[in-house]
């Protein structure tokens, strides 16, 4: 997976500048809406069926990334200002949200 050159929070927004000069901007609240933790996301049982997870529908506008981790070569973690910091946001997931965007 193609590792990105530079990342950085910027005001209410996440950059990440990859390696082929493309770049992906993101504000706050979406990370936040999209993490990929069990929190958030919910957790597939052995049936295949989701459990969990918060609304989708919950609004993250008043929140910002107040810093990040980076998880060995393959992710980062974010830390949101609401707290939620388990999200283990994996280059490969960003790519993803592009989709979503």
Do not use: C
């Amino acid at each position: 997976m193609e590792m990105p050159t530079r990342y950085e929070i910027i005001g209410h927004s996440f950059a990440i500048l990859w390696a082929d000069g493309q770049e992906d901007f993101w504000d706050a609240s979406f990370l936040r809406q999209h993490s990929p933790s069990a929190d958030q996301a919910g957790e597939m049982d052995i049936f295949g069926k989701i459990r969990g997870g918060a609304s989708s529908n919950e609004n993250f506008d008043h929140v910002i990334i107040k810093d990040f981790h980076l998880i060995g070569n393959y992710a980062l973690r974010l830390v949101f200002s609401d707290g939620h910091s388990t999200g283990i946001y994996s280059w490969e997931y960003f790519k993803s949200l592009r989709t979503l965007d």
